[in-house]
């Protein structure tokens, strides 16, 4: 059988330098655990649009459909800053979201020990947190008709319209009970049914996908504004948290920080099943481009291996390799290694983008 294939974008800023990092997990991962993957490259972004003025070219955009799985650095830096909107570096990453379809955003919280200090909140209340949010990424407010602002009399209005289709809740709602079956069997979705009816139809349709199709899936249904408060209260309550494009920006920002660093974050966007495989997906951090330490190999790589740990077990079914890489990362961690992000009140020397690479791999060898 032919090796699964994984096309890599690694953009602009800190995106190749925390890529390079990842190229050699995954080289790792081919060498000592005989998981070879077919690896491309390819550019979007800023890079893509100085080699094509386009910040992504079509051939790049069918190379992503045809992946198994796409993962991306970080796109964007003031060099472009002055681009017009529709070739801005962004412009390369909302093309791939929209044409792969990529409707389910899944943005772990998960709190490494060795960081627990950096959260906001009490270590106790974070330590050992480990949620997953699903946040529908392809409709709700964001692109609801109409829109714009009017003119009504003699003032401005401002218009955007929640809506969500029967279709758009059920198959984000399948993606999240899918996940929660390969955690704890856990799912909370939050909405604002009390006074939205974009809120009653999705409490519905969840509650009906699940009284069908999920019956092992235990579902609980919260307000979204409690749901805010519960995060911050006691974040371990919850497993797998399924909400709307727009509670689901706040909450999962809100829910990421409470286990410190961007340079930490790791995500995924998952589209539709294709006919006998993975969804179709994109991995990648959740930080920028970083361009106020750009070149100077101070970035973490950890969010960037960390979403591919998340391509080896939601697209490659390799759930076992995936928890022996964030074990890589947890050791490294515990042992004191720190990238300058991550430097907390106590002082010492960070380590570079590169040196933590080799601490992972270190750790890797060492778990085998
Ligand atoms: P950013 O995430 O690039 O940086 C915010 C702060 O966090 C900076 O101080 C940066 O040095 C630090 N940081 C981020 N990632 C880090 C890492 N891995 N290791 C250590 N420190 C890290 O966000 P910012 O500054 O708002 O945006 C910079 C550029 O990135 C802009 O052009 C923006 O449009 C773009 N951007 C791209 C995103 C993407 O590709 N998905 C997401 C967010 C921003
Ligand atoms: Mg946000």
């Known amino acids: 059988m032919a090796n699964p294939s994984l096309l890599i974008l690694a953009g602009d800023g800190i995106g190749p330098e925390v890529m390079e990092q990842v190229k050699r997990v995954i080289g790792w991962f081919g060498d000592k655990r005989d998981l070879a993957f077919d690896v491309s490259e390819d550019l979007v972004g800023g890079a893509a ?3 094509h003025g386009t910040p992504l070219h079509d051939d790049t955009m069918a190379k992503a459909l045809e992946a198994d799985a796409v993962l991306l650095g970080a796109v964007g830096g003031p060099k472009y800053d002055d681009l017009d909107f529709s070739v801005k570096p962004e412009r390369g990453l909302l093309r791939l979201r929209k ?35 699903v946040r529908e990424l ?3 407010v964001y692109f609801g008709e109409p829109r714009g602002i009017f003119e009504e009399g003699n003032e401005r209005v401002g218009i955007n319209t929640q809506r969500y289709t029967e279709g758009e809740i059920d198959r984000v709602a399948r993606s999240a009970f899918e996940l929660a079956r390969r955690r704890s069997g856990k799912v909370c979705s939050m909405e604002k049914a009390n006074v939205m009816e974009s809120g009653i139809l999705w ?21 979204a504004d409690n749901g805010a408060m519960q995060l911050v209260r006691a974040p371990k309550q919850f497993d797998v948290i ?22 930490m974050l790791p995500s995924a966007s998952l589209g539709k099943p294709t006919e006998n495989g993975p969804p179709r997906a994109l991995y990648e951090p959740v930080h920028g481009s970083a361009p106020d330490i750009a070149g100077q190999g101070k970035a973490n790589p950890i969010a960037c291996i960390l979403s591919f740990a998340m ?3 939601y697209s490659f079914d390799q759930g076992a390799e995936a928890a022996r890489l964030e074990a890589a990362i947890e050791t490294v961690l515990a042992n004191g290694a720190r990238t300058a ?27 085998l």
């Open 311 to 313: 391509a080896l077990r």
């Open 242 to 263: 399924l909400t709307d494009n727009l509670f689901g920006d706040i909450l999962s920002d809100c829910a990421a920080m409470l286990t410190g660093s961007l340079g």
């Open 49 to 51: 649009y100085d080699a």
């Open 203 to 223: 409490r519905e349709v969840v509650q009906k996908v699940r009284d069908t199709d999920y019956l092992d899936i235990e579902l609980s249904h919260m307000y």
């Open 138 to 140: 392809t409709s709700g």
């Open 99 to 133: 044409e792969m379809d990529l409707f389910s955003n899944l943005r772990p919280a998960q709190c490494f020990d060795a960081l627990a200090d950096f959260s906001s909140l009490k270590k106790d209340v974070v330590a050992g947190l480990d949620i997953m949010i």
């Open 341 to 367: 992000d991550l430097m907390g009140a106590e002082g010492g020397t960070p380590i570079s983008t590169t040196e933590m690479g080799d601490a992972i791999l270190g750790a890797l060898d060492a778990s």
